[in-house]
Nanobody, 118 residues
Framework: QVQLVESGGGLVQPGESLRLSCTASRSIFSIYHMGWYRQAPGRQRELVARILSGGTTTYADSVKGRFTISRDNTENTVILQMNSLKPEDTAVYYC????????????WGQGTQVTVSS
């Protein structure tokens, strides 16, 4: 079992940036495959970005070139740097984790709201 706590959401204007953080409770964080998902009102939850334990990353087409996922295994943290934000990025963003590569993993954070609006 692992607990995930997200932070960093908020209200920004189009074109601005936000940095989301997810801290995991397990000290063996390095073996976990981590991901960020988002869910907008009336829509299904979708994958935003994922980083495997070995560092391989994948991104949704809609965020490629704007978002970057990274991890700090010494701090048990995964970061989502979001640049050039658009109104369509507005959603609740969830951190996700598991020790198996199947996506999504079993463990979810509580979510953090990101709102992009002028």
């Amino acid at each position: 079992q692992v607990q995930l706590v997200e932070s960093g959401g908020g209200l920004v204007q189009p074109g601005e940036s936000l940095r989301l953080s997810c801290t995991a409770s397990r000290s063996i964080f390095s073996i976990y495959h981590m991901g960020w998902y988002r869910q907008a009102p009336g829509r299904q939850r979708e994958l935003v970005a994922r980083i495997l334990s070995g560092g391989t990353t994948t991104y949704a087409d809609s965020v490629k070139g704007r978002f970057t996922i990274s991890r700090d295994n010494t701090e048990n943290t995964v970061i989502l740097q979001m640049n050039s934000l658009k109104p369509e990025d507005t959603a609740v963003y969830y951190c996700n984790a598991d020790t198996t590569p199947t996506a999504p993993g079993r463990y979810w954070g509580q979510g953090t709201q990101v709102t992009v609006s002028s």
